[in-house]
């Protein structure tokens, strides 16, 4: 299982992003999928995440929340963040994560996470 992010980029304050998750290996469909950032300096912290098709709940940390939306599309076996009114301190590397197991609620955790991509880079900035 291999996951990939992309669609980052530099970005004004108040613009917008989507970025997405690509699985290869398996299908997104029973899996629930979280997005995670790590700004220069700090400690990885939780941003998003979605449970598996069935569950149909998300999460979002305080920060993100009413700017931030987490989806999937199960055809492209793909999951998304859509990332509005962009602030500089969302300036972070974004990566996604999968769980090992399947049908599994959204998770704030990022110990319970198996299956991480390799980041994409988000840069606000005027």
């Known amino acids: 299982v291999q996951l990939q992010a992309s669609g980052g980029g530099l970005v004004q304050p108040g613009g917008s992003l989507r970025l997405s998750c690509a699985s290869s290996g398996r299908s997104f469909r029973n899996y629930s999928a979280g997005w995670f950032r790590q700004a220069p300096g700090k400690e990885r912290t939780f941003v998003a995440a979605?449970?598996?098709?069935?569950?149909?709940?998300?999460y979002y940390a305080d920060s993100v929340q009413g700017r931030f939306t987490v989806s999937r599309d199960n055809t492209e076996n793909m999951v998304y963040l859509q990332v509005n009114n962009c602030q500089p301190e969302d300036t972070a590397v974004y990566y996604c994560a999968s769980p090992h197991n399947p049908y599994t609620s959204a998770q704030r955790v990022e110990a319970l996470y198996y299956y991480w991509g390799r980041g994409t880079q988000v840069t606000v900035s005027s």
């Open positions: 979605i449970s598996w098709s069935g569950g149909r709940r998300t």
